[in-house]
């Protein structure tokens, strides 16, 4: 009985090594509709060599860019509220402070005026012009170049013959191929 089992077992390890060589391609491809004459079919190539094509992609992002400046301004002979109102306050308060009986009245509405004129040409700065801070933003594209694969440059081998095509994608060890025959004349 033992004289049996092992050349079963060499046979069994046989055969399975060689459907498991045709299992690697995968069924046959599908036959070609009926309305479809013409003279073409489909196999299978093993490929030799695939080679990355790389090419530059470039991007562009819009964005904003922005920053602060100090801007001086000319006054046309106004300055701030806030200086004028403040002046006339200070101006009043001692034109009240220096005048005795009617004349204080009078002192109060020349000191508030007087007052005001100072305090307005104080906000205003010494020639004449205040300096503010402004935020100045302008649109910017921002540029970026990357490598990226294209495609690639595939080397394979049908029926003995070696050719040569680029494909958008990377086909592995097998590369399906449409065969097509037509007459040479």
Same mark, same amino acid.
């Given at each position: 009985?033992?004289?049996? %089992?092992?050349?079963?077992?060499?046979?069994?390890?046989?055969?399975?090594?060689?459907?498991?060589?045709?299992?690697?391609?995968?069924?046959?491809?599908?036959?070609?509709?009926?309305?479809?004459?013409?003279?073409?079919?489909?196999?299978?190539?093993?490929?030799?060599?695939?080679?990355?094509?790389?090419?530059?992609?470039?991007? #562009?992002?819009?964005?904003?860019?922005?920053?602060?400046?100090?801007?001086?301004?000319?006054?046309?002979?106004?300055?701030?509220?806030?200086?004028?109102?403040?002046?006339?306050? %200070?101006?009043?308060?001692?034109?009240?402070?220096?005048?005795?009986?009617?004349?204080?009245?009078?002192?109060?509405?020349?000191?508030? %005026?007087?007052?005001?004129?100072?305090?307005?040409?104080?906000?205003?700065?010494?020639?004449?012009?205040?300096?503010?801070?402004?935020?100045?933003?302008?649109?910017?594209?921002?540029?970026? #170049?990357?490598?990226?694969?294209?495609?690639?440059?595939? #080397?394979?081998?049908?029926?003995?013959?070696?050719?040569?095509?680029?494909?958008?994608?990377?086909?592995?060890?097998?590369?399906?191929?449409?065969?097509? %025959?037509?007459?040479?004349?």
């Amino acid at each position: 009985m033992s004289r049996f %089992v092992l050349p079963a077992l060499l046979l069994a390890f046989a055969t399975t090594g060689v459907f498991a060589q045709d299992g690697r391609y995968g069924p046959p491809p599908p036959p070609p509709p009926s309305g479809d004459v013409d003279n073409a079919h489909f196999g299978w190539a093993d490929v030799l060599r695939v080679d990355p094509v790389y090419g530059i992609a470039r991007t #562009e992002t819009p964005r904003q860019e922005c920053y602060d400046q100090q801007v001086t301004t000319q006054s046309r002979g106004t300055g701030s509220a806030a200086g004028t109102i403040l002046g006339a306050v %200070v101006g009043g308060v001692l034109g009240n402070t220096i005048g005795h009986g009617d004349g204080r009245k009078a002192a109060t509405v020349a000191g508030a %005026v007087a007052g005001g004129a100072v305090g307005n040409a104080a906000s205003r700065g010494p020639d004449g012009s205040y300096t503010s801070t402004q935020t100045t933003c302008r649109d910017v594209r921002a540029v970026s #170049e990357q490598r990226r694969i294209m495609g690639y440059d595939v #080397e394979y081998r049908y029926r003995g013959e070696v050719y040569n095509s680029r494909l958008a994608y990377d086909p592995g060890e097998r590369l399906r191929v449409r065969v097509s %025959v037509s007459p040479a004349d």
